[in-house]
């Protein structure tokens, strides 16, 4: 079985929403300076790196991430390739790609996975996302869970109608999948968000395997 990590590392290197609070990765205890032991602080938003989005992000209607369905989070998943000429993913997109009529989950790999491997610490507000037209074809196809490779799924610009058309179909979200090494075709999911109570959103460990 090959597995491949589709989870941002996370360090205060990578790149954050503009307006989130930056990422603090800082060792406090050292071995080094004589401690026991290593200890380390880590302080970041929720919706840092590879993450989940739960309802209540843009709801407001208390469907938390600690209660997300985890079979929905784990099983089988399709890898999306687009190319790197869609600079945004419409119904019409996604009517001509070659999704298989069955898809609960689906991940779009774009020309944003090029970022990924750039090493880039820099916000790109330009990047690819779902169209409220391609949201609402996701819904009307039965989408489960849709990931992408970006850290939203909805347009900088105007990140509310694609979020509320998804959210409020119970559709779950990953944003920031690194899919830059993986190839297109269909794939065991696991992802696994922390179980944050009360929070509208959690940082995830994502990885797809394949035979």
């Not at 989005?53 to 687009?82: C, M, Q, S, W, Y």
């Not at 993986?182 to 065991?188: F, K, L, R, W």
Request: with cysteine; glycine share 8%.
């Amino acid at each position: 079985m090959k597995i491949y990590d589709i989870s941002l590392p996370i360090s205060p290197d990578l790149p954050v929403w503009p307006g989130d609070p930056k990422i603090v990765l800082e060792q406090i205890v050292s071995m080094d300076a004589g401690a026991d032991a290593n200890v380390s602080r880590l302080a970041v938003g929720v919706h840092v790196g590879t993450h989940v989005d739960a309802p209540h992000h843009f709801l407001n209607d208390g469907r938390t991430v600690e209660n997300l369905d985890l079979e929905i989070l784990t099983g089988k998943a399709f890898v999306l390739h687009l190319d790197d000429n869609v600079n945004a993913i419409t119904a019409d997109i996604l009517d001509a790609a070659p999704i298989p009529p069955t898809t609960l989950r689906l991940l779009l790999r774009t020309k944003n996975s090029h970022l990924w491997t750039s090493n880039s610490c820099n916000f790109y507000p330009d990047f690819v996302a779902i169209t409220p037209d391609g949201a609402e074809w996701l819904v009307a196809h039965g989408v489960q869970l849709v990931g992408v490779d970006y850290l939203s799924v909805a347009p900088f610009d105007a990140p509310v109608p694609t979020h509320k058309i998804v959210l409020a179909a119970g559709m779950i979200v990953i944003e920031g999948c690194d899919l830059s090494q993986v190839p297109q075709g269909e794939y065991g999911l696991y992802c696994l968000p922390l179980k944050l109570l009360g929070a509208e959103g959690a940082p995830a460990r994502a990885i797809l395997t394949s035979e």
